[in-house]
């Protein structure tokens, strides 16, 4: 078929290479991080080749790397980063201003744990923390999902309804070096389907159009804080607008490529199910084999991953998970104060449209790399069929902690 | 006199087995240090050693003093926060060319202003060695090895001495990694000289920098009889040195950073300006020139005291 160029056998950093090089950005900065690293030297190998022709600078810091890219991006250029865990902290003070900036930027966070303790191992503790900052949120279960959805990102970062910055999460260690079949689209079919690039036509150097971006908005008077938060409501339309560019991006992208995504949450053995596990990235494939083997076992089980987390797919949360009598969340990261998974307490204020107030189980594991293994899932299928069972203001307030010393334990 | 043990370099070794390749060489940084600390004879509570991120900062795990291993870029800073909290610790700063020079460049100028009293050892290998091999700060512009730059970086390198006297440091010295009995030596000598002292430490990256092996060649003492006082002086001398002269090279003698100390108000002192303020025909001395924010004495009075006071002459 001619929208695919060449399949080859690659890792999720290269395949996020491969997507970022077909969307053709005009500047790319860096600066290295474990589990990033090697993504970001694939890019340079295809501009040193002459495959890319952008500019690539290697900058002292991720906190210059995100204003390097502001400055680009304000100047009407297609830009692109990529980080993880303490990069993503570093870059935190550019990275909040960047959606009230409305910039189009598209970035891979590479998912990596939080310190301290100091960890250098996958987690998705570093995007978590970053949740309510302003940027669109999806994230991926396989390598192919990488390449397509760092693609499809910089369409919807860029529609004129949405004009948002977009992280593309994979998870560290098992997406960015866990290799498998990836199909290459063809340039012509990429290139037909993100259009002309009119990145920045709302703030860009333009010489009919002079103007300083981001003056102090006003006093704390009743009239710099309604035009304050005039923007804030302005963003937050963006947000809205997203759920439905992503949809529309997605289906886009399937008569494009030939290859077919959910584009908010993706319903797996769904139908006539008592439970579902509640996944979010690469953690979803071995959810989705437990259920395979459940099914085979004669337990209705299902998986609701999650695919787009900002925005918040309230809608489709809420219609899938009213197919299902309880939830069993899979985390792999914490809400501190809360005491579960940061999916697992957004899910709950997602069911309260359902109106039914279903048991629900918070599973957090996978921290510092641990490997969420088949038999994890079968356990939490197995906990939240005997949450059926139990009234949910009896279900213990606290997490079930997999990969934990007492991990043969679970109450 | 209290009966202390001697200790020995090895006693200032963790029972951690440092993960470096081998061949390393801030192997040789961790002998030099340790046989710093024993000859300085301190007590290994008495030391705190802090650093930053990347293989050169997983230095104080494999020491046995008080250690901390920071963010990336960040040893300087922290390092000066546990002197001013505990000035009478030996603090010692280490980390990477990459942490100190480039994600960490502007601590290092103004760990130079500041001159607070501590020791910051920068093992420079002119690469990212933990990241697996990217240029920093200190790699010759056509260094063409690293995947992120396979044409070189084509900008200019830094050169830490010349950066470090700009910036007002208080001493300089450089090592070799190969010579760890003249490193320990260059070591004392920089925790012993008041202020703030770098010892710039040649520690070669033999995975990612395999010619760096060659250095042991191209190390060279210096042969200045004595080192440079003035930084002038200084700056001339080296203008256009190699960056492999070895020694103490610069040792100036700014007095140490010291925080400003106020004299805490005592209740007496109060009620002192108090009884001046009653007495007094002059409102120039009196309380009634009280105002929020610091005093002459950087003491900030409360709001109430001030009305208080404020009242009382009223
Ligand atoms: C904020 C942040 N960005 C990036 C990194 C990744 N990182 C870890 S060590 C390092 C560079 C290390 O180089 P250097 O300081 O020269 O130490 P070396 O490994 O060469 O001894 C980088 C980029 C990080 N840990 N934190
Ligand atoms: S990569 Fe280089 S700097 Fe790091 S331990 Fe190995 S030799 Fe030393
Ligand atoms: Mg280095």
Redesign the interface.
């Known amino acids: 078929m001619n929208n695919i160029s060449r399949i080859v056998v690659c890792d999720g950093n290269e395949a996020a290479a491969w997507g970022v090089k077909l969307s053709r950005p005009d500047v790319v900065a ?5 589990p990033q ?2 993504l ?2 694939y890019l ?2 295809f501009i ?1 080749d002459g495959e890319l022709d952008a500019e690539l600078m ?1 900058v ?2 991720e906190h210059s790397v995100l204003s390097a890219l502001q400055g680009a991006c304000l100047a009407g250029a297609r830009t692109y980063t990529a980080t993880s865990g ?1 990069g993503l902290a ?1 870059m935190f003070e550019p990275y909040v201003r960047t959606p009230g900036l409305r910039l189009p930027m598209v970035a891979s966070l590479v998912n990596r744990d939080m ?1 301290s303790p ?1 960890c250098v191992w996958g987690g998705q503790q570093d995007v978590m923390t970053v949740r309510d900052a302003g940027w669109i949120h999806m994230f991926c279960e396989s390598a192919q999902e990488v390449l397509d959805t760092v693609i499809m990102a910089y369409r919807i970062a860029e529609h004129p309804e949405v004009m948002l910055p977009v992280n593309v999460n994979h998870d560290g260690n098992y997406l960015s070096y866990g290799v498998s079949r990836v199909e290459i689209p063809s340039q012509p079919v990429v290139d037909a389907f993100l259009g002309d690039k009119n990145v920045n036509w709302h703030a860009a150097l333009d010489p009919d159009r002079p103007m300083a971006v981001d003056p102090l908005t006003g006093g704390a008077d009743a009239e710099g804080a309604a035009r304050f938060v005039a923007y804030r409501q302005s963003l937050c339309r963006g947000m809205q607008n997203a759920l439905e560019v992503i949809t529309d991006v997605h289906a886009a992208w399937r008569c494009a490529s030939g290859r077919a995504f959910a584009p908010l949450v993706e319903e797996y053995r769904l139908e006539d199910a008592e439970i579902a596990l509640v996944t979010i990235g690469s953690m979803s494939g071995a959810a989705k084999d437990a259920v395979d083997a459940a099914r085979a076992a004669g337990i209705a089980a299902g998986v609701i991953r999650i695919k787009t987390f900002r925005p918040f797919p309230v809608e489709a949360v809420a219609r899938a998970a009213g197919k299902v009598r309880a939830l069993g969340v899979v985390d792999r990261a914490v809400s501190y104060g809360w005491n579960c998974g940061p999916v697992c307490q957004e899910v709950q204020g997602a069911l309260y449209r359902t109106g039914r107030a279903i048991p629900v189980l918070s599973f957090i594991g996978g921290l510092a790399g641990a490997d969420l293994t088949g038999a994890h899932f079968t356990r939490a299928i197995e906990a939240t069929r005997q949450a059926l069972a139990t009234p949910p203001e009896a279900l213990a307030p606290a997490p079930v902690w997999l990969n934990a010393r007492d991990e043969g334990v679970l109450r | 006199m209290l009966d202390t043990p001697v200790l020995t370099a090895q006693d200032f070794k963790s029972d951690i087995k440092p993960i470096w390749c081998p061949g390393c060489g801030d192997y040789s940084v961790l002998t030099a240090l340790a046989k710093a600390c024993a000859e300085l004879a301190r007590p290994r509570e008495s030391i705190a050693l802090i650093s930053g ?1 990347g293989c050169s900062s997983r230095l104080p795990a494999y020491t046995s003093v008080y250690g901390f ?1 920071g ?3 960040r040893a300087l800073a922290l390092a000066a926060g546990v002197k001013l909290a505990r000035p009478d610790l030996t603090v010692i700063a280490a980390g990477g060319d990459g942490d100190g020079l ?2 960490g ?1 502007n601590h290092f100028l103004h760990a130079c202003r500041r001159n607070v009293d501590m020791t910051y050892i920068l093992m420079d290998n002119q690469v ?1 060695g ?3 091999g ?2 920093s ?1 200190t790699t010759a512009p056509d260094w063409c090895e690293s ?5 070189g ?1 084509g900008i200019s390198p830094v050169a830490p001495l010349l950066l470090a006297l700009a910036a007002g440091v208080n001493f300089f010295a450089r090592g070799f990694a190969g010579n760890p009995n003249d490193l320990a030596r260059l070591i004392v000598a920089g925790i012993n000289h008041p202020g703030f002292s770098i010892i710039h430490v040649l520690s070669p990256c033999v995975t990612f920098r395999a010619e760096q092996r060659a250095w042991k060649q191209a190390v060279h003492a210096s042969d200045a009889a004595a080192p440079a006082t003035l930084q002038t002086e200084a700056l001339t001398r080296f203008a256009a040195d190699d960056g492999f002269t070895t020694g103490i090279l610069f040792a100036g003698s700014k007095p140490p950073f010291m925080p400003p100390r106020h004299a805490v108000r005592t209740a007496a002192d109060f009620e002192r300006d108090y009884e001046i303020a009653c007495k007094s025909d002059s409102p120039s001395i009196g309380v009634s020139h009280l105002s929020a924010g610091p005093g002459r004495r950087g003491v900030t009075l409360p709001k109430s005291a001030i009305d208080l006071f404020n009242n009382a002459t009223a």
């Open positions: 860096v600066y290295p991080i474990t690293s090697s970001v030297e340079s190998k040193a290697n002292e810091g303490p570093f310190l100091q | 991120i291993h963010l990336h870029g480039s994600i460049g990212y933990m990241t697996k990217q240029a700060p995947k992120l730059t396979p044409e970086t």
